[in-house]
């Protein structure tokens, strides 16, 4: 299939080696052009704008860092919309707003292009292991255009809704969902650290026993050592998309306490210099709060 | 081996069964002397009072309701405590405080009598299977006295510590945290339930990727469903265990604030006249706020 | 002195009349004409496009209900700014965000016109009997240009930086205290009620020793009554000034845990309906979550 | 009248001069016998057991630190209870829990004798001044008996209800709403610190125009310092204060969230060594939090 991508980042390179790995034929687009080299030598081509990624290509897929870079790469200066062809496809692969999905949804329908939101669920080494977890909505026969794509990119599709944004939301919601248990474990294991206990035993007894979750296993690896470098995912990424998901629940009134609450750790672990660091880092506001050093 | 066994309510019953399921000889006791009977009618000898399930017995085991209960039966009128022979162990199983445990401790060690911790991970259906998750602390040797009886009764056993009081101390946290997951999900559900989609469609793709734990899909599923009845572990229990990890970060000077925040939804929960429905019901203050009915 | 003024809402068409009443020469300029009315029979003059309001004055006022409506009037379609004479000075006296202000100023500099922030504190009534609090904040020489403005205008002027936003930081914490004893107010007038007792008696103790202020007062009094309507200061105002303090405090890295907790109860309250209510109205989900009526 | 009088710690002592002051007969009793020494000097009797502070006097005042004191004073070894006349009657003026509150009511009416709950706002200094306010429940006719007494000791005299318990549930809701007030100075202060402007002059504002109330002046001014010793009222009492409104929260099925925040500040506070501090050093959280030293 002829397959535009824009966005190479750590996410978008290793998606879309596995794009071309599948044999599909390969544009790509990355603001910084040298990230784009080492698929050109696997056989993609490269386009000097972001439109160029998007002119006669079946497929566009974008997985981008946040709403601003989507906007820009989409409706900005040689942005990739006006060049999609009408029936071609953009599937919308980046953690971006449940607001910004609406309003692209509106945007493709009005050119008579296809949206499909397929936001994923898996760090940098799962994009490269083709294991990615890949939450789609959209119409069902958008999804089906797209589904060897998919199948590439990742290990399990789940097709949510056919109101794209649904993807977002879920999206999202499973991020708070990750930042639950890291603030969680971080308040127990600074518990059970200050009672003088070992906060790995007890960690081991809950991913042996209920909490048999890669989740847990891997947050609470991170946690009980105390050590958030390097960072798989920095904390002003885990703050923005906590602002993602309270945004959403503002617009549909509700509140989201433990979403609130963990807002504020966010903001108190980069008061605290903690901004470079992996966002588990807010278990250290728990330690410091518990006169843990 | 000849053991006491004190309690025999819905977590008790199941225990004590395996117990003699297994070949030992038990004597048990409990308030209610009809609980007992079916028992009686296994095999066991049925105690009058609390003493003579303590009374020549190698190891005496409790699974009480609550610090009172523990007290009254141990330490109250023709308490086990004092009957309990110097060298034989007490294992206690019920979910009591860190404090009350710590107490027990000392109280045994005064009397040259052995003190195994040994709070359970699992519902009453995995105490009648065998299938307890067990979290023990002691010294040592007063484990390995006790791994056969552990052995019939679950499906693991953790040993955290040879401070008694850490098992209770990691009972609690790990109560906390299932109170954790059925708050964010709960959260989560109603955002997405007032965007107008569906959450089991959401938990479903949790459960199938990061989240494959059986505490997410069971109390996941519970809180999709909004139906909270018949309970398996009433929303008054919650707020007791709710209550002990509390007072055991207070007695360390750590500040808990999920535990904070949970603890507030059982009050307006019960306030509302939820009362005698399932702790996951905490989850209607959630929808309330939200406007969901 | 010849003065611009834009923006006849509540707050804004008193105090206009009180600079005619002054003796100022006043050119006004509002959305919906009509409310101009009143102010042209006692001799202002009425602009037809916001720029009218700004040209050849030495002082053009604003106080215009949030973010949007300023930045329309002063750099929208015919806006106020361009035509402001350089070395006139704006005063922008509507409760407006941080960052908004201190765009404002730097446009303002940018084309050699004088900025002075000056947000109020105060109802309507307040504004009419020229009985407002005024937080300046600009260069000394700018607020001194216009001291006989705010003496028309307020019964008392702070002046508490020479860095205009300062001002409009030191307005939405003053708000933000308010929105506090609304919550606190609830909080406790929810126990006393549900303990059978009257929260009346207790405002009475509170405001005749220690809380003798009008702001436990006024609140305290529609607190314990239960009745939000009609509105002084409607809800989604209250939730719109939190959100502006929460992103000042997000822009410094600074978690604030009570407003987040308002935050939470201003959407619980929209969600149920509340949204024409004063803002104090956030009550009634303490009193909801207490189980009262 | 003929008084006795229990507890001369900073507050009792000035409390207990006043109604000397007044002509009253005094017999005092003091766990630590040196603090009743001044006023022996000044004309007191000493009783050498609590009991004896309250056999033959009409009136029996109680000034202590906590619920425990209080029951030990009252019912403990040589307690006072027994040894108090059938009609006389009992003012209990310490800051105790709402449930202490009802029980001694209890008692008191079992033996015949009246019980008056009156505790106290005021600080050791106002308490010296005869300055505190006073906060009373009881029967009418029992409270008329006391009037003088109260006179003597307070600028004001407040009846809220006949049943005891109110008046404690009062205080302990006014010492909450005091708490909040430190805990949104310390948020406020915190964010105005950080984006480089005074809270002094923010504070000045707020005093001179709405919050002109004592309250805010003095922590304001406290937290504005980042100054909290010497300590006024210390924090681990503000925590005791805290969990007795948390207590009497919990018996209403009441939730308080702010409450809930201010218990965690007192604990983080507590963990970084300020037990020594005033209550009012949990903006010290606040500003950690907020990366300021």
Redesign the interface.
Same mark, same amino acid.
């Given at each position: 299939m002829k397959v535009g991508f824009i966005g190479l980042g750590k996410m978008g390179s290793g998606m879309a080696r596995n794009l071309l790995k599948a044999g599909h034929n390969l544009i790509v687009y990355n603001r910084t052009r040298s990230h784009a080299e080492p698929l050109e030598r696997e056989g993609a081509k490269v386009a000097a704008i972001p439109a160029d990624a998007a002119g006669g290509v079946q497929v566009l897929i974008t997985m981008l860092a946040d709403d601003h870079a989507v906007e820009e790469m989409l409706t900005g200066e040689n942005g990739a919309m006006e060049a999609l062809a009408p029936g071609a496809v953009h599937i919308s692969m980046s953690t971006i707003s449940?607001a910004l999905s609406r309003k692209l949804d509106q945007l493709h329908q009005e050119k008579q292009q296809c949206y499909v939101a397929a936001p994923v669920?898996g760090r940098p080494d799962a994009a490269a292991a083709a294991k990615l977890?890949i939450?789609a909505a959209a119409k069902p026969e958008h999804i089906n255009e797209c589904r060897t794509l998919f199948e590439a990119m990742g290990q399990?599709l789940?097709v949510?809704?056919d109101?794209p944004a649904?993807a977002n939301?879920?999206k999202l919601?499973?991020n708070?969902? !990750?930042s /639950? +248990?890291i &603030?969680?474990?971080a308040? /127990?294991f600074?518990? !059970?650290r200050? $009672?003088g206990?070992?906060p790995a035993?007890?960690l &081991?007894?809950?991913t042996?026993?209920?909490?048999?979750?890669?989740?847990?296993r891997n947050y609470g690896a991170m946690i009980a050592s105390n050590k958030f470098e390097p960072a798989g995912f920095k904390l002003p990424l885990g703050l923005k998309d906590n602002r993602l +998901?309270l945004a959403? $629940? &503002?617009e549909?009134? +509700?509140?989201?306490? !433990?979403?609130?609450?963990i807002?504020?750790?966010f903001?108190?672990a980069?008061?605290?210099?903690l901004g470079e660091q992996d966002w588990a880092a807010i278990a250290r +506001?728990?330690y &410091?709060?518990?006169?843990l050093k």
């Amino acid at each position: 299939m002829k397959v535009g991508f824009i966005g190479l980042g750590k996410m978008g390179s290793g998606m879309a080696r596995n794009l071309l790995k599948a044999g599909h034929n390969l544009i790509v687009y990355n603001r910084t052009r040298s990230h784009a080299e080492p698929l050109e030598r696997e056989g993609a081509k490269v386009a000097a704008i972001p439109a160029d990624a998007a002119g006669g290509v079946q497929v566009l897929i974008t997985m981008l860092a946040d709403d601003h870079a989507v906007e820009e790469m989409l409706t900005g200066e040689n942005g990739a919309m006006e060049a999609l062809a009408p029936g071609a496809v953009h599937i919308s692969m980046s953690t971006i707003s449940v607001a910004l999905s609406r309003k692209l949804d509106q945007l493709h329908q009005e050119k008579q292009q296809c949206y499909v939101a397929a936001p994923v669920f898996g760090r940098p080494d799962a994009a490269a292991a083709a294991k990615l977890f890949i939450v789609a909505a959209a119409k069902p026969e958008h999804i089906n255009e797209c589904r060897t794509l998919f199948e590439a990119m990742g290990q399990k599709l789940f097709v949510v809704s056919d109101q794209p944004a649904a993807a977002n939301l879920m999206k999202l919601s499973g991020n708070f969902l !990750i930042s /639950t +248990v890291i &603030e969680s474990l971080a308040e /127990t294991f600074a518990l !059970i650290r200050k $009672a003088g206990h070992d906060p790995a035993k007890f960690l &081991e007894v809950m991913t042996e026993s209920l909490f048999n979750a890669p989740v847990y296993r891997n947050y609470g690896a991170m946690i009980a050592s105390n050590k958030f470098e390097p960072a798989g995912f920095k904390l002003p990424l885990g703050l923005k998309d906590n602002r993602l +998901v309270l945004a959403a $629940a &503002e617009e549909n009134s +509700v509140s989201m306490p !433990i979403a609130s609450l963990i807002r504020d750790r966010f903001l108190s672990a980069l008061a605290n210099g903690l901004g470079e660091q992996d966002w588990a880092a807010i278990a250290r +506001v728990s330690y &410091e709060n518990a006169g843990l050093k």
